[in-house]
């Protein structure tokens, strides 16, 4: 009822930048908090942005200055603006969000999704 589909990932050079974008779709109501977060190999998931329905925003330390998270609420969409890229950003990245949707008997109820994953390369 509810799918997330992110694109915009790819390789890039070291300094570069690229923007990831996550759009929302189905029966949604509302959409609580929208989340960026990233998993590098043999590392743990990092949540690395985030944005609620009343406009907080949270980033990580690790890309705070470099990283943001603008959202189209009218597309239910949100982005993660990367630049001054590292290798050590690489990872995959993901969305997810925290949200309400309408059942198929017209019921609100709360989900959490999670979009496929798109993979950020940051060459050296």
């Known amino acids: 009822q509810v799918q997330l589909v992110e694109s915009g990932g790819g390789l890039v050079q070291a300094g570069g930048s690229l923007r990831l974008s996550c759009a929302a779709s189905?029966?949604?109501?509302?959409?609580?908090?929208m989340n960026w977060y990233r998993q590098a190999p043999v590392k743990q998931r990092e949540l690395v942005a985030s944005?609620?329905?009343?406009?907080?925003?949270n980033y990580a330390d690790s890309v705070k200055g470099r990283f943001t998270i603008p959202r189209d609420n009218a597309k239910n969409t949100v982005y993660l603006q990367m630049s001054s890229l590292k290798p050590e950003d690489t990872a995959v990245y993901s969305c997810?969000?925290?949200?309400?949707?309408?059942?198929?008997?017209?019921?609100?109820?709360?989900?959490?999704?999670w979009g496929q994953g798109t993979q950020v390369t940051v060459s050296s």
């Open positions: 189905g029966r949604i109501f509302s959409i609580n908090v």
């Open positions: 997810n969000a925290a949200l309400i949707y309408i059942t198929d008997t017209y019921r609100r109820r709360q989900g959490d999704y």
């Open positions: 944005i609620t329905s009343g406009g907080s925003i």
